[in-house]
């Protein structure tokens, strides 16, 4: 029956495609962001998405929110129109306006670019004077293309700028409610019923319900988990569970339950929730006690609060029905956790962390056109950062991804000299690596990065003996041996100073660039003469210990450190140690494995349905990603919590292959692992519109369908099982073709549907 699904999808896929090609409307810009976000015309009341647009909110009466734009000179970005294969923008004209009919009428009385003989349609600078504070502007663009020439203008889009407002700042969206019911509810026992929202969500609760007297009573409880057909009072950890008195009024009456405040996830450096949201909870169920009246499902509503979100902005279905799963629940995780309007640890702590950051961060490019939400999470981490070594590092690691994603290198330049500090170069010792343990972390340095302490190694978490870990229980760390230069820490450092020589180019500073990029090349081959034990083909933890880990091998992998010779034997020494790490950690351990051919591995390590799998996250009931693989490994562990979400980000960027190799994507790779997969269809979406591509994978052939969207570039990337027999291109034979490490290469593929076929001979 998939297989029969997946086939009509595929084709169905083609004919929607072709069917864009052949329509003669005119083409129009679409998708415009104004300081990367979209929805910048809108209005919300109590976080409910309104009617009424910015520009009629004299008419608003009550408070009401809005997307504030906070620099005095934003940017724009716009999908460039046309389905014509090769598509390229060759000019743009924007203008802005300070009232819709200008705007409307193609006026820009605040300014006119001219045409702008470009190609550039993403974090484009609006060069006119600065913009004032707590005001209406409309700007609209029409482009040029090298297919269709000039475009039609761009709807109207509109902003209110901030009461303040600098060069750069960077905006976010207001947080918002969602309003949904029960998809069931019964009766349990006498006068109790148990109401199933069907997922998680961090919300509120409201009832309506009926009393005979005003002496009626009844308990609500709320909860993520259930225990024999009842909500788990007392499930552990930080899974939550809260119960609610509630005393009833004579008559028919709508009650909303207000949710108690608790001390840890309010404390002072907890993100707290606006006034506008009020305090939230995270539940699944409802269980109402003391109740006779039939209860229906229209009776009880939840308001759940979270960033906005575009469900329909991706798609994953394949021919593996639990990778299908696992999909859904990571995908819907970053939605669900997003409620704080920043990136946060789950519900124990409301804390930013940099590790959860940066999994959020690659899952919510993933599956949706969203990039304020990582940017202000990472803004607000250089300021307020965490302890853990690596999580120091991984800040720089966030910001570069941020311009990768989206292009606009402002947030680089306004931070750069507060990420140089993170490189921990300070931390160097006369061997080279860095160390937290030697003496190096002096007030200066602490002051440098932020930090009121001093930083330590983390590896992976938790550690052993702590958080309710017995000293016998194995932690997280699969036994890794802390010395004085942590293989791991020292991996991290090495990554950033390669991504410091690229911000350093992207902003300007070339002399820092091309010390960044020196320091990288000595570091790794110090690093690998001082971990790599070339006996056992494997890194050692630290260099005063010959003990080997799973983290001590797969970081080198993930960052590129390994030798194309020793590659191999590092692979299988990942393969020996199944899934010892958390779920943390296994974000680098897939990254790792794809990184390194591993993909017949890393397919295991994504659909395996043991208890240190995203699978048992499913089956013990959570549907949103858990803490830690299960409760007997991070006993305090919440249902929670994105950072165990890196499925979300691994399918499209490793499995499907889907990656940027220039900013905001103007240029980028498809290249599939299928591994055993038969078949596989996504959409992604990115800044310049989405990337489609499906597959059917079979024995004697392999089958590529890709849609690239206009603007863009990609290289493409067919699989080679066997000796190559043929090759097909949109029905056409190709005769040249490029081979390179296992692959059919086709470079600099522009927009467009292609369909591509291979048949393989023999051995």
Same mark, same amino acid.
Request: net charge neutral.
């Given at each position: 029956m998939i297989h029969k699904i997946l086939n009509r999808t595929l084709l169905l896929f083609l004919a929607v495609c072709l069917n864009v090609l052949s329509q003669a409307e005119e083409l129009k810009p679409s998708g415009l962001l104004t300081d990367l976000i979209e929805h910048t015309d809108r209005t919300w009341i109590n976080g409910i998405l309104s009617n009424i647009p910015v520009w009629q909110t004299e008419e608003v009466i009550e408070p009401f929110e809005s997307v504030k734009i906070c620099s005095t000179h934003p940017t724009?970005?716009?999908?460039?129109?046309?389905?014509?294969?090769?598509?390229?923008?060759?000019?743009?004209?924007?203008?802005?306006?300070?009232?819709?009919?200008?705007?409307?009428?193609?006026?820009?009385?605040?300014?006119?670019?001219?045409?702008?003989?470009?190609?550039?349609?993403?974090?484009?600078?609006?060069?006119?004077?600065?913009?004032?504070?707590?005001?209406?502007?409309?700007?609209?663009?029409?482009?040029?293309t090298n297919t269709d020439g000039e475009s039609e203008w761009s709807d109207v889009k509109a902003f209110l700028t901030a009461d303040s407002l600098s060069e750069y700042a960077a905006s976010h969206y207001p947080q918002v409610k969602t309003t949904d019911h029960p998809v069931n509810i019964h009766l349990v026992e006498k006068k109790v019923w148990l109401a199933d929202f069907g997922k998680d969500a961090f919300g509120q609760l409201l009832i309506t319900l009926t009393a005979n007297s005003d002496k009626d009573k009844v308990i609500v409880h709320l909860g993520e988990c259930i225990t024999n057909g009842r909500l788990d009072r007392n499930p552990g950890g930080t899974i939550r569970y809260h119960s609610y008195s509630l005393s009833l009024l004579k008559g028919t009456h709508t009650y909303r339950i207000k949710i108690a405040k608790d001390k840890r996830n309010t404390s002072q450096a907890a993100v707290l929730m606006p006034t506008y949201v009020g305090e939230v909870v995270p539940f699944r169920f409802c269980e109402i006690e003391g109740y006779e009246p039939v209860l229906k499902q229209e009776n009880i509503a939840r308001e759940y609060t979270h960033y906005p979100f575009d469900e329909t902005a991706s798609s994953f279905y394949c021919s593996n029905d639990t990778l299908n799963q696992i999909w859904d629940l990571c995908k819907y995780s970053i939605k669900a956790t997003s409620f704080a309007g920043i990136y946060v640890d789950g519900d124990r702590e409301r804390i930013p962390y940099e590790a959860d950051a940066l999994i959020n961060q690659l899952s919510h490019y993933s599956v949706d056109r969203e990039y304020s939400l990582a940017r202000r999470s990472y803004e607000y981490l250089l300021k307020s950062p965490t302890w853990p070594t690596e999580w120091i590092l991984q800040a720089i690691m966030i910001a570069w991804y941020d311009y990768l994603y989206t292009g606009d290198n402002r947030s680089l330049k306004a931070t750069y000299q507060q990420l140089k500090p993170r490189t921990l170069m300070q931390l160097r010792e006369k061997n080279g690596l860095i160390s937290t343990t030697t003496g190096l972390q002096t007030p200066e340095f602490q002051k440098s990065i932020h930090f009121n302490g001093e930083i330590r190694d983390i590896v992976d978490w938790p550690h052993t003996g702590i958080l309710g870990l017995n000293n016998e229980e194995g932690g997280e760390t699969d036994g890794f041996v802390f010395t004085d230069y942590n293989v791991v820490t020292n991996a991290f450092h090495y990554e950033v100073l390669k991504q410091m020589a690229d911000i350093g180019k992207v902003i300007g500073e070339l002399e820092e660039a091309d010390f960044y990029k020196q320091q990288a090349e000595m570091f790794k081959k110090r690093y690998n003469r001082l971990f790599f034990d070339k006996r056992r083909g494997v890194y050692r933890d630290g260099i005063s210990t010959e003990h080997a880990s799973l983290h001590g091998n797969m970081f080198p992998l993930t960052f590129n450190m390994v030798s194309d010779g020793n590659k191999k034997r590092v692979l299988d020494f990942l393969k020996t140690r199944d899934m010892a790490c958390s779920v943390y950690g296994s974000q680098f351990l897939m990254d790792a494995l794809y990184n390194a051919g591993?993909?017949?591995?890393?397919?295991?390590?994504?659909?395996?349905?043991?208890?240190?799998?995203?699978?048992?996250?499913?089956?013990?009931?959570?549907?949103i990603s858990l803490e830690a693989w299960d409760n007997k490994y991070k006993p305090n562990q919440d249902w929670n919590h994105a950072w165990g979400s890196a499925p979300a980000n691994i399918i499209p960027r490793?499995?499907?292959?889907?990656?940027?190799? !220039?900013?905001?994507?103007?240029? $980028?790779?498809? %290249? #599939?692992?299928?591994?055993? +997969?038969?078949?596989?269809?996504?959409?992604?979406?990115?800044?310049? !519109?989405?990337?489609?591509?499906? $597959?059917?994978? %079979? #024995?004697?052939?392999?089958? +590529?369908?890709?849609r690239i969207p206009s603007n863009t570039l990609a290289d493409i990337y067919l699989p080679v099982k066997k000796r190559v027999k043929s090759i097909v291109m949109n029905g056409e034979r190709i005769q040249k073709l490029k081979q390179v490490d296992g692959y059919i290469l086709l470079e600099d593929v522009?927009?467009?549907?292609?369909?591509?076929?291979?048949?393989?001979g023999g051995n």
């Open positions: 724009f970005s716009w999908i460039v129109p046309g389905e014509k294969q090769n598509t390229r923008q060759i000019a743009y004209r924007i203008i802005v306006s300070d009232n819709y009919a200008e705007a409307a009428s193609g006026n820009g009385t605040i300014w006119d670019s001219g045409q702008i003989c470009d190609g550039r349609s993403t974090a484009v600078l609006y060069k006119g004077n600065a913009l004032r504070e707590d005001k209406l502007y409309f700007w609209r663009v029409k482009t040029v591993g993909a017949d591995y890393a397919l295991q390590m994504l659909t395996k349905t043991d208890d240190r799998s995203w699978y048992n996250m499913i089956r013990v009931g959570s549907t490793k499995l499907m292959g889907i990656e940027p190799l !220039g900013p905001a994507f103007e240029t $980028f790779k498809i %290249k #599939p692992q299928p591994s055993t +997969l038969e078949r596989a269809s996504i959409k992604m979406p990115t800044i310049r !519109g989405e990337i489609e591509v499906s $597959f059917i994978n %079979k #024995p004697a052939s392999f089958e +590529l369908l890709a522009g927009s467009g549907v292609y369909q591509f076929e291979i048949e393989f």
